[in-house]
């Protein structure tokens, strides 16, 4: 393993978190707030811990899937370690453990809170949760390659390890100007949505914070109630724009480069869509009941699956008092959770997509044992490495799921909290039912339940292998 | 015509056979001195040992006064390099054999672009020749013309058939269908029948009619025309590869059994809605376990002969299927026919057939007015689709005031895409084409029908 060039890309990453504090900072500077001091002090350390590390260059360059592995889980937690120390020092959050599900709520674009009263905290704080989620939903990793020469040319293991998906796929040869389009689409579409919502009558502060979770498929807000006090056009543009970030961002270059007939042929966005029109359908039928028209009900449904496929996990209206139905609806669509290579968490539809194949094929080998026959995807034969290390997410997936079920289980909660608990932070969505609704927060757990939480929501950010591998013994291996 | 071709291979020596037969002038390029000879010394052409695209050998072959050359060696990229040279250094007609998948979608293109008068893909061609057979169950044979608007279709008088001792006279009028039989195979015999010949059981008609009356009259004479819904293909190379490619659209579904494991790969990355299957094809069990008894169609397309004809036996014996049976070697053609196989195909004479429509199409513009010609039954009898001229002889006068020669059928008329089967009223008016059905060959134009 060579540890001098993860420590400098860490070092490099650190550079980033004070450059990212310090706009909080700013924040705090047009708001007069005291609590902007803890972010230039986080800031300055930040910065002289990595200006000093990086000034020790790396023996070698060497650069390999294990390192890129170990790169990111490290860099994530130390972002997040980082990240939490101003909420701590402001006061606002008086408990170090508090302050870090926090923070790693909010890089891993989760958006579940220990909150109990969001508006107590200072502007900086709640501009500074929200926009770890933007930094969050694509990835710091993704940003730095974006803008430095890192590691040589073995850039795409980083890339691999931070995306989400079963597969990354480059867009030109160069995985820094892959970066660079991805960041692009990013920033445009998320000013297009600040822009939008002041334009629907938000304030400068509101329409930044909310866009930056919209963005990220993140989830924190700014008010107690969530969504659900701004008016119809700003729900229904904050609805549209998390279907939108939940799309595999592949589909915005192929309309950039003017291919859109490829795009709208996309399979796993056509899937997304499917999953999200029946949902609705579904939700808005079992509800029409509880509201004044069909319409309301209708768009209650609409931005509730969206919020939730996404992962984003806003809320517009307590849906722990919907329908079983309903809920468990909401409950599946976790699981699901958005597209790859998008913003969104969850298991991806595109995993799931394959994954129905695969039953598909194996139902037909048994009637032709002979048979031969590929599983296909957007056209392409998917290989069998890739089905092979789905099948594998798929099981870690279940192990961490059920191992973490069964550690909170020690709190003794109600059943639906605690296994909501866990499919919210391990999808990143944000909110479960039970006591942890849109309307109650993850307080009633315990701090050990609570680190068990922080682990699934940077597992699943990550995609479960990063930091398997960063607990693997192989990985620190010598040589 | 002065016609050099390049490779004397299965194709080109075929190729040689049928056109220094109708009496063109060949000059033969191989690089195998032996091969050449044999060719060159079997039939009346000229031989030369040599490198096709070779620019000498070329003008040594004459390139210069040739009206075509064509190209039918091993290389496809051999073969497109010796069309150029030749139509650079002769300017020339060219045909070259394009086999490799790759350049399938692209054919057009490379034509038009590099300036070839024609490519043609030999497993293509056989698989498009097979896909028109199983959209007609009951015919042994089916070729096109008019475009594609008139089927030629051959098919087997069984016993029992309503057809049996009927003199042709009665189909129109008895059967009510709008359909000519304009050639008889009885045995050995050939006969282009008149209006009171009598069908007997066993005999093998010619038919011409459009595909939707085809239909009818295969209907009305009890014979199968249910749709082919399933196929299984023995053997999975390109010819199944296209066949299937074309099948599927069409609706059925295909099993495409295959020996190699890496071909099925292939072979189901191209094709996902076919059914694969790794394994023997002529191991009964598995035959039996894809379910062969229920198949409807069975094309044994292997690389052996052998192989071929067993599989084609026995999926006829336990199978209602019709079978397509791929024969390379022709020598024992006779015995194959002898077999009740169904459908046979020599892949080397679709190749060959091919080439040889253009070349008479070509001689059209040299003072033959044939559009299309097919060998209906090999030597004897031949359909010809004439272009009616202006001037034309033949032209605005009733079929029955022409004095025709013997042996002679006119079966269709396509005046501007409708199709007239015409009786003795009809008359040919320029513009038309005409398919005439004759076993005197060598016809060079219309008026050639005439006493």
């Known amino acids: ?479 | 015509m002065q016609i050099i071709i390049v490779g004397c291979g299965n194709v080109g020596s075929t190729l040689t056979e049928q056109l220094s037969r109708e009496g063109h002038n060949i000059t033969v390029i191989d690089r195998d001195g032996e091969k050449m000879e044999a060719v060159a010394t079997q039939y009346d052409v000229l031989g030369i040992v040599g490198n096709g695209a070779s620019f000498s050998v070329q003008n040594e072959a004459g390139i210069e006064q040739a009206d075509l050359l064509i190209a039918v060696t091993q290389s496809d990229e051999l073969n497109l390099l010796c069309c150029l040279i030749a139509k650079k250094a002769g300017n020339c007609h060219t045909i070259a054999r394009v086999r490799n998948p790759v350049y399938v979608k692209e054919l057009p293109y490379i034509r038009d672009e590099l300036g070839l008068s024609m490519i043609i893909n030999p497993e293509h061609a056989a698989a498009l020749e097979i896909s028109r057979l199983l959209k007609f169950p009951s015919a042994i044979e089916v070729d096109t013309f008019a475009k594609g608007r008139v089927e030629l279709l051959k098919c087997k008088v069984e016993a029992g058939s309503p057809l049996c001792n009927l003199p042709l006279t009665d189909i129109s009028s008895k059967l009510r269908c709008d359909v000519l039989v304009c050639a008889v195979e009885r045995g050995e015999e050939v006969y282009i029948p008149g209006g009171n010949f009598e069908l007997k059981e066993n005999d093998i008609i010619s038919l011409v009619a459009s595909a939707q009356k085809a239909n009818e009259f295969f209907k009305k004479v009890g014979m199968a025309t249910n749709r082919i819904r399933s196929v299984m293909i023995v053997g999975g190379g390109e010819t199944s590869f296209y066949l299937a490619k074309m099948l599927l659209p069409m609706g059925m579904d295909v099993t495409i059994i295959e020996k190699d494991k890496e071909r099925c790969n292939e072979l189901s990355e191209l094709l996902p809605r076919a059914l694969i299957i790794h394994g023997d094809g002529t191991e009964r069990n598995l035959l039996q376990e894809e379910g062969l008894e229920n198949m409807q169609a069975f094309v044994a397309w292997t690389n052996l002969d052998e192989e071929n004809v067993m599989l084609s036996l026995y999926a006829k014996h336990v199978s209602k299927a019709k079978t397509v049976t791929k024969v390379h070697r022709i020598a024992y053609d006779e015995i194959i026919a002898s077999l009740n196989l169904g459908s046979v195909m020599y892949p080397k004479y679709i190749t060959a057939e091919y080439i040889l429509q253009y070349v008479r199409a070509m001689q059209n513009s040299i003072g033959s007015n044939v559009e299309t010609l097919y060998q209906i039954i090999e030597d004897k009898v031949e359909a010809l689709e004439f272009y009616v001229g202006k001037q034309s002889p033949v032209a605005g006068i009733p079929l029955k005031d022409l004095e025709l020669k013997d042996d002679l059928l006119i079966c269709c008329i396509n005046r501007r895409g409708q199709i007239i089967t015409p009786g003795g009223q009809d008359t040919m008016e320029p513009g038309d084409t005409v398919v005439v059905v004759t076993t005197n060959t060598g016809f060079n134009d219309l008026k050639d029908i005439l006493k």
């Open chain 1, 1 to 479: 393993m060579n540890c001098s060039i993860i420590r400098y890309i860490i070092c490099r990453v650190l550079e980033f978190q004070a450059l990212f504090l310090l706009l909080s900072a700013v924040v705090a500077l047009i708001y007069r707030e005291q609590a902007g001091w803890a972010y230039v002090a986080v800031a300055v350390g930040c910065f002289l811990v990595g200006w000093l590390g990086k000034k020790l260059k790396p023996r070698k360059n060497q650069f390999f899937a294990r390192e890129g592995f170990v790169t990111v889980s490290l860099s994530w937690i130390i972002l997040s370690l980082t990240g939490a120390l101003p909420f701590w020092l402001s006061g606002e959050i008086p408990e170090y453990t508090d302050a870090l599900f926090e923070t790693i709520s909010g890089l891993t674009t989760t958006g579940s809170s220990i909150l109990p009263n969001v508006e107590a905290l200072s502007c900086c704080n709640l501009f500074w949760r929200s926009f770890t989620h933007w930094i969050g939903g694509m990835g710091v990793l993704v940003l730095i390659l974006a803008i430095l020469p890192l590691a040589g040319g073995n850039n795409m293991h980083i890339m691999r390890a931070e995306s989400p998906g079963p597969t990354v796929e480059k867009l030109v040869p160069r995985v820094r100007h892959t970066a660079r389009i991805l960041y692009g689409i990013y920033m445009v579409m998320t000013v297009i949505l600040i822009l939008l919502l002041l334009v629907s009558g938000m304030n400068w502060f509101e329409a930044t914070t909310l866009a930056f979770g919209t963005a990220g498929t993140g989830g924190f807000g700014v008010l107690n109630s969530s969504i659900a006090s701004y008016n119809l056009s700003s729900q229904v543009l904050i609805t549209v724009f998390m279907i939108l970030f939940g799309i595999n961002f592949n589909v915005y270059y192929l309309f950039l480069i003017r291919k859109g007939k490829e795009a709208l042929k996309f399979e796993e966005m056509r899937y997304y869509l499917l999953i999200i029109a029946v949902a609705i359908g579904l939700i808005t039928w079992n509800v029409r009941g509880m509201f004044d028209s069909i319409w309301e009900a209708f768009h209650h449904a609409s931005f509730q699956v969206a919020s939730i496929i996404t992962t984003t996990g806003y809320a517009t209206t307590d849906f722990t008092l919907w329908p079983v139905f309903s809920q468990t609806i909401l409950v599946l669509l976790m699981f699901i959770g958005a597209c790859a290579g998008s913003t969104g968490g969850g298991i991806k539809v595109s995993r799931i997509v394959i994954l129905f194949k695969l039953i598909k094929n194996e139902i037909s080998h048994m009637l032709h044992p002979k048979r031969v026959n590929q599983v296909r995807f957007g056209g392409h034969v998917v290989p069998k490495e890739t089905w092979r290390a789905i099948q594998v997410f798929l099981f870690s997936y279940i192990v961490i799921f059920f191992t973490s079920l069964l550690a909170i289980s020690l709190c003794n909660l109600d059943f639906t909290t605690n296994f909501t608990a866990v499919a919210t932070t391990l999808n990143n969505v944000g909110p479960g039912l039970g006591l942890v609704g849109p309307l109650g927060n993850f307080d009633v757990f315990a701090n050990p339940a609570k680190w068990v939480l922080m682990f699934d929501m940077l597992a699943g950010r990550l995609e479960i292998f990063p930091m398997l591998v960063l607990l693997a013994s192989p990985a620190w291996r010598r040589g």
